[in-house]
């Protein structure tokens, strides 16, 4: 437990009362064992001793305090036994007893201050100054001061340990809190704290490029990164500069600057890049980790075409800058990692609600068209055809619904990767359809942070989704393109495409629009030749010029 701090001199009314009271005792007891008031002038000594033990808070006035009373009553026992026996008052050194009550005040003290060390420290003062005292004053013989002070070292030794024991136990137990009621405490204050941050920004993207645009001013660089952890033993690109594209080393158990600044929580440089490829030549590359607290949560990578160029006194400039980013990093991917769980789990309880509810209602009309069909009498043609209509048409809804509660429950599997979710819905849509889906998909290793990769499934099962309801297409054609921090997701359809007033929605459009721009992304709408539409997303920039480079971007709204 660590020591208090210090502050300013103020009483404190408890261990007042309590050597005040001791104090009396003791003086009473002293007095009447000798019949000397010479002896009384220990008891003045423990009051001045008792001074900063109860009006000064220091780790090292407080403390010394308490000793020196241990070690004035443990003198003052063999002196008071001493002149006990003398007047005949008190036989055999049990005199020590008029003062030794004492020695509980202060050991009790370090007690419930939690000093656990400080304890036995003082009791060995204790058995050590009482040998002292008594050798010096000629009780050291006498059977009754060994007996008064082996029993008053050991009353000390169970106040000693038994204190913090009965602490507790005196102490009421603190109320278990709801795990909802917490759950709001909590959100209430990381809402009024997301309110009063500068921009009021909480997104890792914006954080990491500002750490970046700050580091720009005390170190130099011809590139720079910042990664974070993403499970699995890789890291993801949050946010990088100074060059289109950087293929950064994302494992953490390769040979590299790397994966040392990760493992020791120290800054590390190199003379090499830190790039999967790069063209040779001098390079010098800083890592610096991002720690906050004992975890270290991400990376910050530095690195010039120039040898030598990030001596100590660069390095301590650019932890000066990382140090507070740090924090709000992790205050960033927290925030991240909460709003994600919070949106799987709406998306979970809506997919359950409309499976429970509307979709069961449903098939119980569709169950009722059936009956009612089975009914009808003899000659009733119209009817029957407008019952087979109406059951085609609850068919169908439910099938949309279906699908709808597929697509909710969709999620980007940790381990699977972005290509396998989009994968696994385009081809559950495709066969409810009657589409013939050919993928292309070029996923690297390295994953995209998870909130990123949510981001693109939806796009692209919005697009797919698009294409299915409304282009009344054969073939879908679905491109995956991962390798952070660039990524492409392209779907195409040879259906009637929007020049033909193809009845999308703009609303859709505008969602996918919506969802790019918040992962700064691109989002393109293209005709398709000789018919059909490409919808894509792009984030961040490839190593050669994307198809979609040239294209029209889709107006605003649609």
């Known amino acids: 437990m660590p020591a208090p701090a210090n502050g300013p001199a103020r009483l404190r009314p408890a261990e007042a009362a309590a050597r005040v009271v001791m104090l009396a005792l003791v003086a009473v007891l002293t007095l009447t064992a000798t019949e000397d008031p010479k002896q009384l002038g220990w008891i003045a000594l423990l009051a001045v001793a008792a001074v900063p033990a109860f009006l000064v808070r220091h780790h090292i006035w407080s403390p010394a305090g308490r000793l020196a009373e241990v070690v004035i009553t443990s003198l003052a026992a063999g002196f008071v036994a001493s002149s006990a026996d003398t007047v005949g008052r008190v036989n055999a050194g049990f005199g020590a007893e008029a003062i030794l009550p004492y020695l509980a005040v202060p050991l009790l003290t370090a007690a419930l201050h939690r000093r656990s060390t400080e304890g036995p420290v003082l009791l060995g003062v204790a058995a050590a100054t009482m040998v002292i005292g008594g050798g010096v004053s000629g009780s050291l013989t006498e059977p009754g001061y060994l007996a ?4 008053w070292l050991v009353l000390g030794a169970i106040v000693t340990f038994a204190a913090e024991t009965m602490r507790q136990l005196l102490q009421p137990p603190e109320p278990t809190p709801q795990p909802y009621a917490e759950a709001t405490r909590l959100l209430t204050q990381l809402r009024s704290v997301a309110r009063s941050l500068p921009g009021a920004t909480l997104d890792p993207g914006g954080i990491s490029e500002h750490l970046l645009e700050e580091l720009r001013a005390v170190a130099p660089g011809h590139r720079a990164a910042v990664l974070s952890a993403s499970g699995g033993g890789r890291l993801v690109v949050l946010a990088q500069s100074g060059a289109e594209r950087v293929d950064w080393e994302v494992t953490l158990d390769a040979d590299s600057a790397i994966a040392d600044a990760w493992a020791t929580q120290q800054p590390q440089t190199a003379s090499r890049s830190q790039a999967r490829t790069h063209a040779g030549g001098e390079a010098s590359s800083l890592v610096v980790p991002l720690v906050a607290g004992v975890r270290t949560i991400g990376l910050v990578i530095l690195e010039t075409d120039a040898a030598g160029a990030y001596p100590s006194a660069v390095v301590q ?6 140090g507070p980013a740090a924090l709000r990093l992790e205050a960033a991917l927290l925030f991240d990692d909460v709003r994600s769980l919070a949106t799987n789990e709406e998306r979970q309880r809506l997919a359950r609600e409309i499976h429970d509810g509307v979709a069961q209602e449903l098939v119980m009309v569709g169950y009722g068209i059936d009956n009612a069909q089975a009914t009808l009498p003899e000659g009733a043609e119209e009817t029957a055809e407008e019952l087979r209509t109406l059951r085609g048409e609850v068919t169908r809804v439910i099938t949309e619904l279906r699908l709808s509660l597929f697509e909710l429950r969709s999620e980007v599997d940790r381990n699977g990767g972005l290509a396998a979710a989009i994968a696994e819905y385009a081809r559950t849509l495709g066969t409810s359809a009657g589409l013939r889906v050919h993928f292309t998909f070029d996923e690297s290793t390295a994953r995209l942070p998870a909130a990123t990769e949510a981001e693109l499934l939806r796009i692209a099962q919005e697009a797919i989704t698009n294409a299915r309801k409304h282009a009344g297409a054969s073939n879908l054609w679905v491109t995956c393109t ?43 709408i293209t005709p398709r030749h000789p018919s059909g539409t490409t919808v894509a997303v792009v984030l961040g920039t490839p190593p050669r010029r994307d198809s979609v480079r040239e294209s029209v971007s889709a107006p605003e709204g649609e």
Do not use: H, N
């Open 148 to 151: 008064a002070c082996g029993q």
């Open 317 to 322: 400039a650019v932890t000066e800058v990382t």
């Open 482 to 524: 991962v390798d952070p921090p660039y990524a492409e997701i392209e779907v195409s359809d040879d259906g009637k495409g929007f020049a033909d007033e193809r009845p999308d929605g703009r609303y859709g459009l505008t969602i996918m629009a919506e969802r790019a721009e918040r992962i700064r992304g691109r989002l393109k």
